[in-house]
């Protein structure tokens, strides 16, 4: 599967962006998809995960009310929606697959991943 991340920007404390990724190549089979961002300094982190059909969600906590992730797989694209950013949330966002999503906070968990677009909040 080949990921191509995008919707990334420079957005003001409070704003909203909506990151998309769209996936080609082995679209048929049922995989799980993450998001993940890096901080300058930091090492790659969780943000949201979803199960193949959907009917699963994830977020780390410190954006729980604020981001959404969701799918729709008849355009073979993941979202996240991106809600009251703040100036922490400046980051490269990375898309990933995987499998199965047993361990979805892990990076292991993925087999795949996208290039990163960056998400920039001025304070």
């Known amino acids: 599967v080949q990921l191509q991340a995008s919707g990334g920007g420079l957005v003001q404390a409070g704003g909203s962006l909506r990151l998309s990724c769209a996936a080609s190549?082995?679209?048929?089979?049922?995989?799980?998809m993450g998001w993940f961002r890096q901080a300058p300094g930091k090492e790659r982190e969780f943000v949201a995960a979803?199960?193949?059909?959907?009917?699963?969600?994830y977020v780390v906590d410190s954006v729980k009310g604020r981001f959404t992730i969701s799918r729709d797989n008849a355009k073979n694209t993941v979202y996240l929606q991106m809600n009251s950013l703040k100036p922490e949330d400046t980051a490269v966002y990375y898309c990933?697959?995987?499998?199965?999503?047993?361990?979805?906070?892990?990076?292991?968990?993925?087999?795949?991943w996208g290039q990163g677009t960056k998400v920039t909040v001025s304070s």
């Open positions: 979803i199960s193949w059909n959907g009917r699963n969600t």
């Open positions: 190549g082995r679209t048929g089979s049922r995989y799980g």
């Open positions: 990933a697959s995987g499998k199965t999503l047993s361990d979805y906070e892990f990076l292991y968990e993925y087999e795949s």
